[in-house]
């Protein structure tokens, strides 16, 4: 039933000032008005609901102006054939919200108080953000195109801006069903323990009471903090207990919790060069200023780099496994990076993000259980270990930090949910992830060894790869003095995702290389990706060539 | 099998220079030394780990000092009883961490490249924070008492000590099973439909394919992000398509990204006086300097209030249901808050967090739906309409900021897990969610006027109750002149929780107010809470009588 009248809009009402007016001029008149306002929307909706929509459009479009008088609900009920209840709880409704005022015996009366230039248009050049004001007022409904970054300081802060402007890596929209070969960071997800953790899942839910469903501890779930801790001190030589423990949502938010925590604004870090670039964009988005130090055997430079940054308030490293190198720091160099955090009262971060999976040899102990001051800050994620989407990582911290970082994360987003972090407790506690480790290390070290096989085959006078000890990728060196970026563009366009060494680093690097992941692909995919290269790369130098050619 | 050998500890080591040195001294003297090394810790871990770290602890102790010689693998073995296989893996492990160098032809020797200087302590007097340096450096297993909170500048930045400050709420180590009456934000988990929820888990579980374990995007699971659109548009009036919605970890993660996007550190904001503590301390945490507005019948003051903040960049408001106070913003301010963002290019952030617990009438719309101007971000979540410990909430943003925001996301921590994603994307999509708040709602009329009744019976003296018309807490208002802090203070100490008004406000109040949460408690908690709180006010009363007796 589509009630759009015909009855033509009255303009009596231009001229009220106000509420007498409004009343004498409005008791025939504006009850007309509103009697003429047809019913837009989804005429599925409940007619109430509609009703109420065609009213408060009316008055804010000052259809209906201050004082103007509604009909009676028995006179506007009779009007759009509907019970008068409909109307009375309708009136009710804009009444609350200061729409309409007055009650039945008295007349019901469009409210006074709405401020009259509220809502008459401002003519475009006063409109100062032209990308914010440009956008369509009402007409939001249909899905547009997608509108560019905001970048005037106008509308987005210069800290919006920047955070705006970083990359964490191509996470952002990734819409691909499935990892594309090569990708870095994905683990084996096509031999994750499905069945088993829905099991737990089943189980944890199962025995989930309202005090879970509550708030929880901004440290954690105890549980957990304690099975991570029994993990890291056996696996990873963590020197730590319970306590200092905290989970977070991933190393990403561990990063920027770190940054926030330990660092202000303009404050100085070195960094790994080359280097994660999550790390990077998390820091530089809390402010700090980033200073690159070159990684070379040993790890990172510590004698001739870090110790020569005046003011440096932390350090942040990848002892174990270098990303994307995957050097494993020496002794010296973790005694000397230590030693300068505690002449330096700085601050170490240890991002030990897959160092559980070497291939040769046990895992290496962390940098922070050789750490004597306390000034190593641990963190871990089970990303890589488990599967990306879990957002689960964690932090160990000093204990004399613990309290800080747990208050700050309460800040930031309170905690993480508590679900994952109960089923993740009994995964760890009941063996499951050392097992699950274990697997995946035979997994890895034979698909590590296929993608080499497979690129010297295939693309061997383009790349010479290296062996990889440990985690998910390989360095695949680029032969002849090639960009590492020219061919990881052209690899991109033949969807293969290859990432080149030279991103990842701010000093100009004597020879580019291709980072490869090789942990979540069979052999049949790795097959079809190292045919892609192939073809990308050769049709690539031919071009190259012509061009060449004809430049001459 | 515990081997503390009696063996002295020789003392040649000590004048050690260099290599060679080293090693012609060493040959016989150190070897003896590897050998009468003890093995420590659990012994029931496995041997080769255990002489590993014997080893690492030697040298790191300096024990073994750089040059000194290790015996053969067979000699060790014999002298271990172990297999000579073990001893070559923990050899092999120790030479790829740079502890020891050489082979096993020529000699295995401890590195010389171990700084000489990096292990000697230093001297009490040059340890600058004492309360970092204090902390026991090895002897850490055993769990201690906490640590107070770091607060020197040398140790935690300016930042993170102003992050440590701030409260949330009292959620940091929330210990107690299940909430405490009267305890603000928590909903009727009693009534959660656990089985429901279970069998979605369940379901999405299954059909989970490895691209759904893979990262996801930041702006959150595309099924979820348009059950919520669609949501809102019908049940909160909001104007918005589907890509302008955004999920995040929590209303309070919504609070620091909007923060940290739209605002740079100094600048001003406009808050709701009183107000909702987690949104002050996000804002202050991110660096901005808050101004309190006051709130009267109509809502946040703007024609006298935030109009007269020079340079205020965003005002938050509660328009549909204030928090603490439960006014509905009228129509008249919201137009005025609206003209005054568009006139000041300013921001304004809607924090909708309970309205759709309203119990007379339909829920109020929002005031997002009312903005032509694209100036307000607003923020809902499922804290309040299904449960806390879930970490779901959500943002939805003018078109021209999506993009900028889901970017700043992916750097704070990517985005929220995947699975809970999905299990909502279908509790909204497929009607569970309508049908929980009706639902919700009945019992909520019911526990709202079932304490005020409690309340009116047996603390009537000293407190009076007034109506909620909608959300999960009402508002007692301290009656006779009384403290609301000392009321509070008293229920505190008898186990309740009742939040003081005074301890939102930033101005003194005509007259204190308790806010106490309702959702979360059946009849006999609600009574059994009302008799605790007479018998502790009738008790405080007296005390303070008495002590006010003997002080004249």
Redesign the interface.
């Known amino acids: 039933m589509e009630m759009a009248r015909t009855r033509k809009h009255h303009k009596a009402s231009s001229s009220v000032r106000g509420r007498e007016d409004g009343r004498r001029r409005g008791a025939l008149a504006a009850s007309d008005a509103v009697l003429s306002i047809g019913l837009e929307g989804d005429s599925r909706?409940p007619l109430?609901?509609r009703i109420?929509?065609a009213l408060?459009s009316a008055?804010?479009a000052r259809r209906l102006r201050p004082g103007d008088r509604l009909p009676s609900s028995r006179q506007y009920a009779e009007s759009l054939e509907v019970s008068r209840t409909t109307i009375a709880?309708v009136y009710?409704?804009l009444r609350?919200?200061?729409?309409i005022e007055g009650r039945e015996r008295s007349g019901t009366f469009v409210?006074t108080?709405?401020?009259d230039?509220?809502?008459v248009?401002?003519p475009a050049s006063q409109r100062?953000?032209a990308?914010?004001?440009s956008?369509p007022?009402?007409t939001?409904?249909?899905?547009?195109p997608?509108?560019?970054?905001?970048s005037g300081a106008?509308?987005?802060?210069?800290?919006?801006?920047l955070?705006?402007?970083?990359d964490?890596?191509s996470?952002?929209?990734?819409?691909?069903?499935?990892?594309r070969a090569f990708r870095l960071?994905?683990p084996a997800?096509?031999a994750?323990p499905?069945t088993l953790?829905?099991r737990l899942?089943?189980r944890r839910?199962?025995q989930?009471?309202?005090?879970?469903?509550?708030?929880?501890?901004?440290?954690g779930f105890a549980p957990l903090r304690s099975a991570i801790a029994e993990h890291v001190r056996?696996a990873r030589?963590v020197?730590?207990?319970?306590?200092?423990v905290l989970i977070?949502?991933?190393a990403?938010?561990a990063f920027?919790l770190v940054a926030?925590?330990?660092?202000?604004?303009g404050?100085t870090v070195c960094v790994e060069d080359p280097g994660y670039r999550g790390l990077r964009?998390?820091f530089e988005?809390a402010?700090a200023r980033l200073v690159p130090v070159t990684v070379d055997a040993?790890g990172i430079d510590v004698a001739t780099g870090v110790a020569f940054v005046p003011g440096a308030?932390l350090t942040c490293v990848t002892p174990s496994h270098q990303f994307p190198l995957g050097i494993?720091?020496?002794?010296?160099?973790?005694?000397?990076l230590?030693?300068w955090a505690?002449n330096a009262?700085a601050w170490i971060l240890e991002d030990d993000f897959d160092s559980e999976y070497r291939f040769r040899?046990?895992p290496?102990?962390s940098l922070q259980g050789?750490d004597?001051?306390?000034?190593v800050v641990y963190v871990g994620t089970f990303?890589k270990t488990l599967?990306?989407?879990?957002?689960?990582g964690f932090l160990i911290v000093?204990?004399?930090?613990?309290?800080?970082f747990?208050?700050?994360r309460?800040?930031?987003?309170?905690?993480?949910?508590?679900?994952?972090q109960a089923v993740l407790a009994d995964f760890i506690a009941e063996g499951h992830l050392v097992r699950h480790i274990r697997r995946m290390r035979a997994i890895y070290t034979e698909r590590e060894a296929r993608l080499r096989a497979l690129l010297h085959e295939g693309v061997g006078e383009f790349v010479e790869p290296s062996q990889a000890d440990a985690g998910m990728h390989l360095v695949a060196w680029v032969t002849g003095g090639g960009s590492d970026r020219r061919l990881a563009d052209l690899a991109d366009a033949a969807g293969i995702a290859v990432a080149p060494l030279s991103g990842l680093a701010s000093h100009r690097l004597a020879r580019g290389a291709l980072l490869m992941g090789f942990a979540?692909f069979d052999e049949q995919a790795m097959r079809r990706g190292v045919e892609s290269l192939r073809t990308a790369w050769l049709g690539g130098r031919g071009d190259a060539f012509a061009s060449h050619e004809r430049h001459r």
């Open positions: 909706a109430q609901r109420y929509h408060r008055i804010l709880l009710e409704q609350a919200e200061g729409y409210a108080a709405l401020p230039d509220s809502l248009a401002l100062a953000v990308t914010v004001k956008r007022a009402i939001r409904a249909a899905p547009g997608k509108s560019p970054v905001v106008a509308s987005l802060s210069a800290r919006g801006a955070l705006a402007s970083l964490v890596s996470s952002i929209s990734s819409t691909v069903v499935g990892p960071g994905t997800l096509d994750f499905y953790w829905g899942l089943a839910w199962r989930f009471s309202a005090s879970q469903l509550a708030y929880g501890s901004a440290n056996t030589a020197t730590c207990h319970d306590d200092q977070v949502s991933g990403q938010q920027d926030r925590v330990l660092l202000d604004p404050d964009s998390a988005g402010g040993e308030r494993t720091m020496s002794a010296a160099r973790r005694l000397a230590l030693q505690d009262n040899g046990r290496l102990p050789m004597p001051h306390g000034r990303s599967f990306p989407s879990l957002r689960l000093p204990t004399v930090l613990v309290d800080a747990a208050r700050a309460a800040v930031l987003d309170r905690h993480s949910p508590q679900l994952e979540a």
